[in-house]
């Protein structure tokens, strides 16, 4: 059985069903602050899950699921993501991340469960000191949220020594899009991405679109990011376990397109997709944007035969789905 920490949330919810299609059974362990039961009650309908309500801060709920479940493996999602507000509330995010990560790998390590694929993400590498991002880039994070993060992943390396806990870190680009069934998708409140946020706009006519700065040094002034399908980012989930199960052995990995779209470019690519005209304003930029991000995955498609599959198009597609059921 495989543990799913923050199942109930936008990626670990994706991964679930990669996995459930694929005949696993789960354990669900989400404390719903961010997660939604909905989403639960979704996965529920497509294979067998068990759900249990917990909080990672508390090292008993977390003991308790692997007393009471035959836990083979874990991939933990569970945590804060929210750049700004790591910012400002940096003890939050210490207290949430790394404390309820530590609880989660002890309980591992007291019940000999030695495999993990922790969700990481590209902002551990901070400021680019050059482009594509490769794992080996210094890491210097500039937020509070990537400290979080990069503190985890340490944790981890020190943990495969002391212990023999295997991890696989899989650092995120920007993910994007919904369930291609539009089962589940994107549902964060408040909701900060740019791609749900455009979405919004076509939904709410009172909302008008922000783009955060258009004076930066790209090719048209917005940033650059590299937007990666949540299905192909479960579908990696996927991959690093197998990996992880075969060669019983730590790794990191990024997991992105290797290509970068700007934000006006994802703005007209929504505008296309869905046939709307969406309002939209100038900004200024958001505290913390860098200026272009996009990944180099070629170790990913090396050691693990992944590779992004789905388009910018696509995401935006099932995303905009995914917002037409809830309207
Ligand atoms: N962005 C924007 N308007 C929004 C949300 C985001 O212009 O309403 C921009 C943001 O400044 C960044 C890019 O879109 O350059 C991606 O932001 P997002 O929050 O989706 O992901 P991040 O790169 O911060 O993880």
Not at 106 to 115: A, F, I, P
Not at 199 to 217: M, P
Not at 224 to 230: G, H, K, L
């Amino acid at each position: 059985m495989i543990l799913i920490t923050g199942g109930a949330g936008y990626i670990g919810s994706h991964c679930a069903i990669e996995f459930l299609n694929n005949g696993y059974e789960l354990v669900i362990f989400d404390n719903l602050e961010n997660g939604h039961i909905e989403t639960v009650r979704t996965l529920e309908k497509i294979g067998k899950v068990h759900f249990i309500q917990g909080d990672l801060k508390n090292i008993d709920e977390i003991d308790n699921v692997f007393k009471n479940f035959n836990i083979d493996s874990v991939i933990h999602f569970a945590g804060f993501i929210q750049v700004e507000e790591s910012v400002e509330n940096p003890s939050k995010y210490y207290r949430n991340n790394i404390i309820g990560s530590l609880n989660l790998f002890d309980s591992m390590v007291k019940h000999n469960v030695k495999n993990i694929i922790f969700s990481s993400t590209c902002a551990i590498y901070g400021e680019p000191k050059y482009m594509p991002l490769d794992e080996k880039h210094p890491k210097n994070p500039i937020n509070a949220y990537g400290r979080t993060k990069l503190v985890i992943e340490e944790i981890l390396e020190d943990y495969d020594k002391a212990y023999a806990l295997k991890s696989i870190k899989l650092r995120y680009f920007n993910v994007a899009g919904a369930d291609s069934q539009s089962r589940i998708g994107e549902w964060h409140e408040p909701e900060t991405h740019l791609i749900p946020n455009i979405l919004k706009s076509v939904f709410d006519k009172d909302k008008t679109f922000k783009i955060y700065g258009n004076d930066y040094d790209t090719f048209d002034g917005t940033c650059i990011r590299d937007y990666v399908n949540v299905e192909d980012m479960a579908r990696a989930h996927k991959l690093a376990y197998l990996y992880l199960k075969e060669n019983n052995k730590s790794d990191e990995f990024n997991i992105g397109t290797q290509q970068g779209s700007s934000v006006a470019e994802v703005f007209q690519t929504a505008k296309k997709v869905t046939q709307k005209e969406i309002s939209v304003l100038i900004e200024p930029r958001r505290a913390g944007d860098a200026a272009i991000l996009f990944a180099d995955a070629s170790k990913a498609k090396k050691i693990l035969n992944w590779e992004s599959q789905k388009t910018l198009e696509d995401s935006i597609r099932t995303a905009y789905l995914w917002e037409k059921t809830r309207h």
